[in-house]
């Protein structure tokens, strides 16, 4: 590997590793068969004007597979915590009783599983088409830099060789991650 080229790599890598990263982080979101409370990381509650993340305001814990449970550090806050959930989208009925919270998680039906695999693959093609852009930076990079640095011709090539490898292997890691969480949300 010619020197030069080397920080092209490592930039590439980094975009590509953050791409799958975002992936996991997407995919925490999406409900399977279980009670998570990465299920309501996304929630902002309006805490006297400000929009405060949940998990800044409560603790969050999981009891039971299908039970959510939310105990508010600051008890006037349980009306505000319980209006945001509800307003969140994510179609759950929070049972307030003045100091905790409890989310009982709905079964989910063999169309809203199939609709949750659906917002899945959006989310994998999301991570994939990053992947890409990072291989075509790369490969501008290359080009770029060879032609500037008056490298031999083959040198652009073996890089961009090894770039493409380095896409598969990050693609490779995105079909896996989506086959998994496929897997979880189909498991009844």
Do not use: C, W
Not at 63 to 82: M, Q
Not at 108 to 128: H, Y
């Amino acid at each position: 590997m010619i020197p030069e080229l080397e920080p092209i790599f490592e930039v590439a890598k980094e975009e590509m590793e953050l791409s799958v990263e975002f992936l996991k982080k997407e995919f925490s979101h999406i409900r399977a068969g279980k009670a998570t409370p990465a299920l309501l990381d996304g929630i902002k509650v309006d805490y006297y004007g400000a929009q405060t993340p949940l998990i800044q305001l409560a603790n969050i814990s999981a009891p039971e597979a299908r039970l959510l449970t939310v105990e508010p550090f600051d008890k006037s806050t349980v009306g505000d915590i319980e209006k945001a959930i509800m307003a969140s989208g994510l179609g759950l009925n929070p049972n307030n009783d003045g100091r905790l919270i409890r989310i009982p998680l709905p079964i989910l039906s063999e169309e809203r599983r199939k609709e949750l695999v659906k917002v899945a693959k959006d989310t994998a093609e999301q991570a994939r088409v990053s992947i890409r852009n990072a291989r075509r930076d790369a490969n501008d990079e290359i080009k770029k830099t060879v032609k500037d640095e008056s490298l031999p011709e083959d040198s652009r090539y073996a890089a961009e060789e090894e770039v493409q490898q380095l896409t598969d292997d990050y693609i490779k890691k995105v079909e896996e991650a989506l086959s998994a969480k496929e897997k979880e949300i189909l498991t009844v």
